[in-house]
C-alpha cells in the first residue's frame, strides 16, 4: 500500500516539530544537553497528544551517532532504524498484549546484555497501566536500578492505575490536551502542504472535533480529503464527510429553549433526525453547547475554558446577554440529569424532544441565589420570634383581675349631642352631632366598623364594665402581642372617637393569662411556625433543588 496516512506521514522527527507541548520537550532537550537524563520517564496525557512520538524522538536523541544530542540527525543509521521501526536497540512493547509476569521476566534478563549497534538499550512500553500487578512487582528492582546501558520510557493514558512504587522510581511528564488554534493553524499548514484549499471554519470545525487531540485532527482531515472531489473543499463538504451538522444547529434549539418556542423545539430536532445525525451524539453535543453558553457567561467571551473560534464565541455572548447564568445553569443540570435517558432509551428522539420541552418549564426569572437569599430571610424570621408569649400590659396601666362568665355588652344610655359639627383640626375624630335617639355601645361598635373595623372584631369580644356616669371600663382577653402592638398604637384616636360618639372616657385593660395557658400557647405557635416553615414553598422548592432534606429548624 503506497499511501500513508497523514498522522503517520506528518509525525514529529524532532523536539522542536511537536504541536503544543513545549513544556515537555525543552526540559528532555535541556536534560539531554546538560547530560541529567533519567533512566526511567513516565509520559502522561490524553490520547493523541504526542507521547509516544516524543518517547521515539527520545530514543533517537540518545542512539543518534551524532549525539546524545537534544536535536538527532535522522540521517544516521540508527536514526533512520528507529524511525522505521526496526533497530535492534529500541523495543517497542505493548502493554495491552504483554502484561504477564513471565514476559516481564525475559526483559530482565534481555536488560543485562549490552546494546549491539547503538548507544542505549531502549524500552518503550506503551500503555504501561495495563501491566498486571505482578508484571510491575517483577519491574521494581530493574527499574529501581537498571543497568548503564538501559533507558525505560512508558507511556499511559491512565496513570492513576500505575502504582506508587513505579511512580516513585519514574520522571514523569504531563502531556495536556493542545489548544484548538494550535491545531488548526496546523491543519491549515498541512492542508497546504497537501495541495488543498479548506475554509478556515472547516478546519475550526475538526479542530473542535479532535477535542485536543492532534492525532483525532489528523485522523478526520483525511476523512474529509478523502471524500473530496477536487482540490477546493467547500464547508458542507467538510460536513458531509464527518458526518456532521453546522453548529448553527446547536444555536437554533438554545435559541429556541430561551424564546420558549417548543414548536421551534420539535421542528428541530425533527430536522436533525431526518439529517441521519447520530442522536446520542447530539444530545452529547448539546451539552457541551450549553456548557459553553454557562462558561461564557460567567467568564466572559475571551474565557481560554471554551476551545470555540472567537466568531462562534462573540455569537454566544450576544445570545446570552439577557440571561441569568442561574437559569443557564439549571438547564445545563437537567440535561445532565436526564442524559442516561438519552443513553438507554430505545426510543432517543422521543426521550430528547421529552428532555428539551422539560426546559421549557424552567423559569428563567426564578435563580437560585435568589431562591437561597429567600430561605434566609425566612430562616432569621423563624429564629428571631420570640421564645415565650410576652406577658400582657395593662394599655391603661391599670391591670385589672380575669373575670369569669359570660361576655356581655351592656346597653349605656348617654346623653346624645344635638349636633354633628365638622372634623376639627387638631383632631382626627369629629364630634357626633346631637340626635334625639339614645347611643348605645352597640350603636358605637357599629361605628367603629367603619371607621377602625380592626379594633371592631377585637372589642366586639371584650367584657364591657360601666364605670361611673363619666368612664367606661373594657377588659380584654386573650390578646396576641400583635394585637396589643396595634391597640397601642391606636389607642387615643380609639378613646377620642369614644367619647366624642358616647361622651364618656374609655379605659383599656388586658386580662393576664395563666402560666400554664402561656406555655400551652406557645407550645401550640412554635409547632405552628415550623409547619409553616417545613411547607413553605421556598423551602420545598429548595428541597427539591438539592434533593434533601431538614434536619434542624
Known sequence: MSYQVLALKYRPQTFDTVVGQEHVTTTLANAISSDRVAHAILFTGPRGTGKTTIARIMAKA???EKGPSPIPCNTCKTCTQIIEGHCSDVFEIDGASNNSVDQIRDLRENVTYMPSSAKYKIYIIDEVHMLSTAAFNALLKTLEEPPDHVMFIFATTEVHKIPATILSRCQRHDLGRIEFEA???????????EGFEIEGKSLEVIAQEADGSIRDSLSLLDRVLSSADSSKVDHQGVLDGLGMLDRQALHNISEAVFNNNGADVIEQIEFINNSGIDLKKYYSDLIEHFRNLSVIKICGQN???????????EKINHAIQDRASGYITNILQHLLNEENLVKYSSHPKTAIELILLKLLEINPGEQIDQIISRLDTLAKQIGSAPAKEPSMPDISHNTTN???GQQAERQI?????QAEPEMRPESNIAPEKNVDKEKTWPDFLLKLEKKLPFFHALLKKALVKPKGNDEIMVELKDCSAFDLKRLESKKSKLQELCHSFLGKQLTLSVASKAPQANKNYQKKN???AKHAAFNHPLVLDAQKMFNGQIINL
Do not use: G, W
Open 183 to 193: 491545531i488548526t493553524r496546523h491543519l491549515d499548514r498541512l492542508c497546504k502542504q
Open 413 to 417: 344610655p348617654v346623653p346624645s349631642p
Open 303 to 313: 474565557s481560554p475554558a471554551v476551545n470555540l473560534p472567537v466568531s462562534e464565541k
Open 526 to 528: 412554635e409547632t405552628k
Open 62 to 64: 540518545m542512539n543518534c
Open 402 to 404: 380575669a373575670h369569669s
